[in-house]
C-alpha cells in the first residue's frame, strides 16, 4: 500500500469508530450530563460533538470521540450568545461592547414595563389613544430648552427622518469639513441621498466660512445642516460657521437649520481632560430649527435617537411616513425616561453609569486599581500598575484623554491570554499595549476588579475562566 493509500484508510477507520447519535445518547456518561438539560440540546450537543471530531479527521488530525466534547458543547449552548463583558479597554462608550450600560433606575422601570401590559399608547386621564413619546417629552422639553421632541431608533434614523422630512427633492448645504463616516457604514453623503436630498458641499475641508453658505442658497435649498465632527477633529488653519450665523443666514432666507450634533451631552461634563461641548441646550438656544442627538453616547441610556426643536417642524417629522417605521419600543421609551429623570433630579454624574466613567476620579480609579493589583499580588501574578490613558469612545471627543489607571500583565503572551479571557465566564476584554495586556479600570466597578481578577489568575494557570 502506498503512503496515500494507508493514510486514507487510517482516516476511514476513524470514521467509522465515530459513535452514532443514538449510541451516545444511550452512553451513561452522556445521560448524566443530559440530567437538567433539554433532550432538544442534549441531541444538539452529541451532534456538534460528533461533527468536530469529523471534521478534524477529515481535516488529517488523528483524534478519537470522547465524550468530554459532548460537556463542552453544552456549556456552549448553555450559554446566551449576547451575554454580559467587562470592559477593561478603558473606553467608555465602546459601540462593540454596546455603548452605555444603564443606571438601577432604568433596569428597574425596563423589567417593570416589560413584565406586563404598560400605558405605551393610552392616556389613563380620559383612556384616549395617547403618543409613545409623551412619556418623555415633557422631560425633553424642560432639559433642552426645546419646544417640542421625538424618539426614533438611533442617531442615524433621527438624520435620515429630519432630512427626509424637511428637505426630501430639495438640497441639503453642509460644510466639506463636516462631511463626517461615523462608523457603522453611517456616511452623511450616503445619508443624504437616501433620504432623497441632494447635497451641496460647501467650503474646503478645513475652512468654511458663512460666505460659503450664502452663496450656495438657492431656491431649491430645503436645510441647512451643521453636523458634529464626532469622531475626529480638524487643527491648525480652521475655520468654521459660527452657529449664531448659520441661524441667522437660515432666519433670514426662511430656511430650516439643522444640526446632527452626535453625542449630544445634556450636561456640561467638567473634568480633567475633557474639552468643552456644546450642550443639546446651547444648541437650541442658539435657535438651531432641529437638533438630533444619540441616547447612548454622552447621555448614558438605551440606544434612541433623540430630535428636538422648533413645535412646527417636529410636527412635519412625526407626520413622515419613516416615522412608524424608525420609531423605538416600549423597553427604549421606559429606559430612557428613567435616564432622563436623573438629570432632572440633579444626580446624572452618579447614577448613569456612562457619566460616572467619564468623570470618575483619580483617585477612585487608582484606589482600583490597587484592588485589582493586590488580588493579583496575592496568587503572585506578574504586573504593575500604570499610568494610562482612557478614552470616551462612541465617535465623541476624539482628543479627549481620560488619565487613567490599568494593570498591565507581565511574562504572559498578550494575545493569547486576551483570547483566553474572551473565552472567559465572564468574558474579559482588554487592550493590548506594546505586547502587553492591560487591563484598564475605568470601566470596571469595584466587584468588577475583584471578578477580573479571578478571570486573570485562572487564565495566567491556563484553568478554565
Ligand atoms: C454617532 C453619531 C451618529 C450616529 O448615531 P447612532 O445613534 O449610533 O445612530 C450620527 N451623527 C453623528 C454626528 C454621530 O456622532
Not at 493569547?416 to 499595549?433: S, T
Not at 495586556?437 to 479571578?454: G, K, M, N, P
Amino acid at each position: 500500500m502506498t503512503s496515500s493509500e494507508t493514510e486514507a484508510s487510517r482516516r476511514r477507520a476513524l470514521l467509522e469508530a465515530l459513535p452514532s447519535i443514538d449510541e451516545l445518547l444511550s452512553e451513561e456518561r452522556v445521560m448524566a450530563l443530559g440530567r437538567g438539560v433539554s433532550r432538544p440540546v442534549l441531541v444538539e450537543a452529541c451532534r456538534s460533538a460528533v461533527a468536530e471530531v469529523r471534521r478534524q479527521i477529515l481535516s488529517g488530525d488523528e483524534v478519537r470521540f470522547d465524550v468530554e466534547r459532548v460537556e463542552r458543547q453544552l456549556a456552549r449552548l448553555g450559554r446566551p450568545s449576547l451575554r454580559r463583558v467587562l470592559n477593561a479597554t478603558g473606553v467608555v462608550l465602546h459601540t462593540n461592547l454596546g455603548r452605555a450600560p444603564l443606571s438601577a433606575r432604568a433596569l428597574e422601570r425596563l423589567s417593570e414595563v416589560a413584565k406586563g401590559y404598560c400605558n405605551l399608547e393610552l392616556e389613563l386621564d380620559d383612556g384616549e389613544r395617547g403618543s409613545r413619546f409623551a412619556h418623555v417629552v415633557e422631560l425633553l422639553k424642560r432639559l433642552t430648552g426645546a419646544e417640542d421632541a421625538i424618539v426614533v431608533n438611533n442617531c442615524a434614523a433621527a438624520t435620515l427622518l429630519t432630512l427626509g422630512a424637511l428637505a426630501a427633492g430639495r438640497e441639503v448645504v453642509v460644510s466639506r469639513g463636516e462631511l463626517v463616516e461615523i462608523g457603522g457604514g453611517f456616511r452623511v453623503p450616503d445619508v443624504m441621498r437616501e433620504s432623497g436630498c441632494a447635497l451641496v458641499e460647501v467650503g474646503t475641508t478645513n475652512r468654511t466660512r458663512v460666505a460659503d453658505y450664502v452663496a450656495a442658497i438657492t431656491p431649491a435649498t430645503g436645510l441647512l445642516l451643521k453636523v458634529h465632527r464626532s469622531n475626529f477633529a480638524l487643527v491648525g488653519f480652521t475655520e468654521e460657521a459660527p452657529r449664531s450665523e448659520l441661524v441667522a443666514l437660515g432666519r433670514a432666507k426662511g430656511i430650516p437649520v439643522f444640526e446632527d450634533l452626535g453625542s449630544g451631552a445634556l450636561e456640561p461634563l467638567h473634568g480633567e481632560g475633557l474639552p468643552a461641548e456644546p450642550t443639546v441646550r446651547d444648541v437650541v438656544s442658539a435657535g438651531v430649527d432641529v437638533v438630533a442627538f444619540s441616547a447612548d453616547k454622552l447621555l448614558g441610556g438605551p440606544q434612541a435617537g433623540i430630535v428636538v426643536g422648533r413645535r412646527e417642524v417636529l410636527g412635519r417629522l412625526a407626520r413622515h411616513p419613516l416615522q412608524r417605521a424608525l420609531r423605538v419600543d416600549k423597553l427604549t421609551v421606559a429606559a430612557l425616561e428613567a435616564t432622563l429623570e436623573a438629570y432632572r433630579d440633579g444626580t446624572a454624574d452618579v447614577e448613569l453609569p456612562a457619566r460616572a466613567a467619564v468623570l470618575a476620579r483619580p483617585e477612585a480609579l487608582r484606589a482600583r486599581a490597587a484592588a485589582l493589583s493586590a488580588a493579583l499580588a496575592a496568587a503572585q501574578v506578574a504586573h504593575r500598575v500604570v499610568a494610562s490613558t482612557a478614552r470616551v469612545g462612541g465617535g465623541a471627543l476624539p482628543l479627549a484623554e481620560l488619565p487613567s489607571c490599568a494593570v498591565a500583565l507581565e511574562r504572559v503572551p498578550a494575545v493569547e491570554l486576551h483570547a483566553r479571557l474572551r473565552a472567559g465566564a465572564p468574558p474579559v476584554v482588554a487592550r493590548v499595549n506594546d505586547d502587553e495586556l492591560w487591563l484598564d479600570v475605568r470601566c470596571l466597578t469595584d466587584d468588577d476588579c475583584l471578578v477580573a481578577a479571578r478571570q486573570v489568575i485562572n487564565a495566567v494557570r491556563g484553568a478554565p475562566c
